[in-house]
């Protein structure tokens, strides 16, 4: 056998390196620093369009203004949720759930078709550690200059850089967290509020607590989130199947890989299209080798394909060395038609079917949910009491909640037993997004109902043509 021959991958034995002073113990091993190279291509400009996008909408939708109010507000004191053109009470839980229960939908049906997708383009984690290594290549530099920085002895080029990047870091990290609690306090208020010092401790505690955590997951943690703490990383697999897209490396085209210079046909050479560069894996987030199969540490954001297409081209071989494919297409070579024929599958088309369907059902309701709410409540100090007049009384407490822009006039009623009357009839104003509680007294005469249970209705008629009405049920006592 010719010595000078490159070795094939199942004879390559892979020797750990440890950094000098890093130990390992019986428990765990030495993580070394990841340092991920900058790369251009297709992938990266959708990374990067996923983080203006998100942040712009993150950022600045607090700002916006609907009317007179915030346009998103989560206002937990007053126990009401702007979100655009609704005000949500706590009433209206099953909406948050709905939108719980599609979340969960969407990301089965994105992990079914194309993997981590989520992970690699959307998640938080990956935002904030992009926009973070973003400012440690424009301060630092490159990898290259990185790793002789941190390599480099205490100077004041490196302390002025590393507090300069931590500085810019922190500032981020705290607008991140100033933001954040500007959903659930008005953003312009709690500026204002800032510029004058007058901060709640509340307010002081979350600014400080969700910018530390930005701070630390984006500028230290990083792909430590992604592999150890996200649960995803770990229940991923069961949503996979051999048909959902990956990146994935193609090894009976690179294999046997070696470096070598451009020109020469690698057949010739009795070498795979690989020349193993290793650019594949300075440029992953998580520092993994995608030659060596799929992992579950892989977010699969699509930089090794970037990284490899670009050599690829500089070699003038054919891209697509390492691509997103199937198991099944990957072994059967398919075409791309065939391929995204089998990604269609019947899974996907039910995922998305049921998607669409709760999507649909969640927003029709949201249009045509009634802006009027009623809450009953007996009181409990008075079950049931003969009045003057010879007329048996109950007592109960109405909490009537407008959930429209302007204020609202009603009107109470209540039907079920032969005679009912409410007391006082009156006309009931409550305030735009606002509810008022009501004391309203039922009144029938006496021997008009056995005794027991009796079920009346509380009718509330919103005044003006078109007004909505809200029946509720209420039990009107007897005693013996």
Known sequence: MDSSAPASPASRKIIPIVPAGAETGG???ATKKIYPRSVRGVFARWRWAMVFLTQLVFYGMPWAQWGERQLVLFDLAARRFYVFGWVLYPQDLIYLSGLLVVSALALFLFTAVAGRLWCGYGCPQTV?????????HKIEGNRTARMRLD??????????????????????????????????????????????????????????????????????????????MCPYARFQSAMFDRDTLIVTYDPKRGEPRAPRRKGPDP?????????????????????????????????????????????????????????????????????????MRRVLRPRVLVYTAVLALLMAGLLAS???????????????????????????????????????????????????????????????????????????????????????????????????????????????????
Request: hydrophobic residues 40%.
């Open 27 to 29: 428990l765990y091993e």
């Open 128 to 136: 904030y550690t992009e926009i973070f290594m973003w400012v440690e």
């Open 151 to 228: 390599a480099e002895p205490i100077s004041a080029e490196k302390l002025v850089k590393k507090w300069f990047k931590h500085l810019v870091w922190i500032g981020i990290a705290l607008w991140t967290g100033f933001t954040f609690v500007g959903y659930f306090t008005p953003i312009r208020e709690l500026g204002m509020a800032f510029l004058q010092t007058r901060m709640g401790s509340w307010e002081v505690f979350w600014v400080f607590f969700y910018g530390f955590a930005t701070y630390g997951n984006a500028g230290f943690m990083r792909e430590q989130v992604c592999k150890y």
């Open 267 to 339: 057949r010739s050479m009795a070498l795979g299209d690989c020349i193993d560069c290793g650019l594949c894996v300075q440029v992953c987030p998580t520092g993994i080798d995608i030659r060596e199969g799929l992992q579950y540490e892989c977010i699969g954001c699509g930089l090794c394909v970037d990284a490899c297409d670009t050599v690829m081209k500089k070699m003038a071989y054919a891209p697509r060395l390492i691509r997103y494919d199937t198991q099944n297409g990957m072994e059967a070579g398919w075409s791309r038609r065939q391929l």
């Open 366 to 480: 949201l249009v045509t949910r009634t802006p009027l709410k009623v809450d009953v409540v007996r009181d409990r100090a008075s079950l049931a009491r003969i009045v003057e007049g010879g007329r048996l009384e109950n007592v109960y407490r109405l909490q009537i909640m407008n959930a429209t822009e302007e204020p609202r006039g009603y009107r109470i009623a209540a039907h079920g037993i032969e005679g009912l009357s409410v007391s006082p009839d009156e006309r009931v104003t409550v305030g735009p997004a606002q509810s008022r509680w009501v004391a309203v007294r039922l009144q029938v005469p006496y021997g008009a109902a056995s005794a027991g249970s009796h079920p009346v209705y509380f009718d509330i008629r919103e005044e003006g043509a078109g007004g909505v009405q809200v029946s509720e049920k209420a039990v009107f006592l007897v005693p013996r």
